[in-house]
């Protein structure tokens, strides 16, 4: 098994909120991806594509600051519906995930502000950087 499919198969078994996940090259082409099953797309396929790009340009700026501030870990982006969450993997490739970002239900407000468990996330990102 490819290690990226790995990657897809390892994120979604351990968080049922993951919408969607990709990992792309640094030229916005898709390796791998997979989508939750019974999940419809909230984006289009192709303007996820794009989103995947732009994402990749913006690492590609961060970059520049990486002497000052030290290396990029993650993005999270969040809406309405979903967060947006894009991981560097080395090599120019980026991971992209969509995770649902359903209000919190015990609160009288709504609180879209619950975690994306970046830490779980990213410990499959490192183990699976760490297989040969």
Request: aromatic share 10%; hydrophobic share 35%; proline share 2%.
């Amino acid at each position: 098994m490819e290690k990226y499919e790995k990657l897809l198969n390892m994120l979604m078994d351990f968080n049922n909120s993951i919408r969607f996940a990709a990992v792309s090259n640094s030229q916005g082409e898709i390796l791998w991806h997979s989508q939750r099953e019974g999940i419809r797309n909230i984006v289009p396929f192709e303007e996820t594509k794009q989103t995947i790009m732009r994402s990749i340009n913006a690492w590609n700026e961060n970059f520049r600051v990486k002497e000052h501030v030290g290396s990029g870990l993650y993005s999270i982006s969040s809406y309405e519906k979903i967060k947006r969450i894009t991981v560097p993997l080395g090599n120019g490739d980026i991971l992209f995930v969509t995770v649902n970002n359903d209000p919190l239900t015990k609160t009288k407000t709504k609180s879209y502000g619950h975690i994306a468990e970046m830490g779980k996330i990213l410990s499959i990102v490192d183990f699976i950087k760490s297989q040969k």
